[in-house]
């Protein structure tokens, strides 16, 4: 875990550079996203996970720290489906059990995690039909998920929407934050967001 702002961790993986986030506040945490790394749950006992997109990277290691809520979008559907994509990188099939969001939300909700304020916004589909952007206002970080990329292209599957991706990115740029954490690779500032590429577009 790297301390990347007060109280504020990101934890990178070799394993197609995935990127978590933990944030914590006084005697409470919250995971961003579970990812692909059991073992991560010997470590920290997050009392909330928030899936940022049901892609299976994002989402296979649930399980591992129950019991907690799972905070997604309303969209956000965990099913066996997720695991077609999975196959196409990993022979071996998933021993896990898939773990559905247990608290959904629309728009905007805001978490009390031990004293602090966190905030997820739904903007708008672009990665995907649920995108879920995690914003920590007191030191102005924002978590983007697979939004943003860094080392890599920004990825479009066929559930992306890229005619609208840039206005989402408009919206996490318009809370002003001081670091984006992307789903894959290192955090980034404003201007890299501003100067990426659009997938697909
Ligand atoms: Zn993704």
Same mark, same amino acid.
């Given at each position: 875990?790297? #301390?990347?702002?007060?109280?504020?961790?990101?934890? %990178?993986?070799? #394993?197609?550079?995935?990127?978590?986030?933990?944030?914590?506040?006084?005697?409470?945490?919250?995971?961003? *996203?579970?990812?692909?790394?059991? $073992?991560?749950?010997?470590?920290?006992?997050?009392?909330?996970?928030?899936?940022?997109?049901?892609?299976? !990277?994002?989402?296979?290691?649930?399980? $591992?720290?129950?019991?907690?809520?799972?905070?997604?979008?309303? !969209?956000?559907?965990?099913?066996?489906?997720?695991?077609?994509?999975?196959?196409?990188?990993?022979?071996?099939?998933?021993?896990?059990?898939?773990?559905?969001?247990?608290?959904?939300?629309?728009?905007?909700?805001?978490?009390?995690?031990?004293?602090?304020?966190?905030?997820?916004?739904?903007?708008?589909?672009?990665?995907?039909?649920?995108?879920?952007?995690?914003?920590?206002?007191?030191?102005?970080?924002?978590?983007?998920?697979?939004?943003?990329?860094?080392?890599?292209?920004?990825?479009?599957?066929? *559930? $992306?929407?890229?005619?609208?991706?840039? $206005?989402?990115?408009?919206?996490?740029?318009?809370?002003?934050? %001081?670091?984006?954490?992307?789903?894959?690779?290192?955090?980034? !500032?404003?201007?890299?967001?501003?100067?990426?590429?659009?997938?697909?577009?």
């Amino acid at each position: 875990m790297i #301390e990347i702002a007060d109280g504020v961790f990101i934890k %990178r993986h070799t #394993e197609l550079d995935l990127t978590l986030g933990y944030i914590t506040g006084s005697g409470d945490s919250l995971l961003v *996203d579970s990812g692909m790394d059991y $073992a991560l749950a010997q470590e920290i006992r997050p009392s909330r996970i928030v899936l940022t997109h049901n892609h299976f !990277d994002h989402v296979l290691a649930t399980e $591992a720290f129950l019991p907690c809520e799972v905070w997604a979008h309303e !969209d956000c559907v965990v099913d066996e489906e997720l695991l077609e994509s999975r196959a196409v990188y990993y022979s071996e099939p998933f021993e896990g059990k898939l773990i559905e969001p247990t608290h959904t939300f629309r728009d905007t909700v805001t978490l009390d995690v031990g004293g602090r304020r966190v905030d997820l916004h739904h903007f708008g589909p672009a990665h995907s039909s649920h995108d879920v952007i995690v914003h920590v206002p007191d030191v102005d970080v924002v978590f983007a998920g697979d939004l943003v990329e860094e080392g890599a292209e920004a990825k479009a599957g066929t *559930d $992306a929407t890229p005619s609208n991706w840039r $206005a989402v990115l408009d919206r996490i740029l318009d809370l002003n934050p %001081r670091i984006i954490v992307p789903g894959h690779g290192k955090p980034v !500032d404003a201007q890299f967001v501003r100067e990426m590429a659009i997938p697909g577009i």
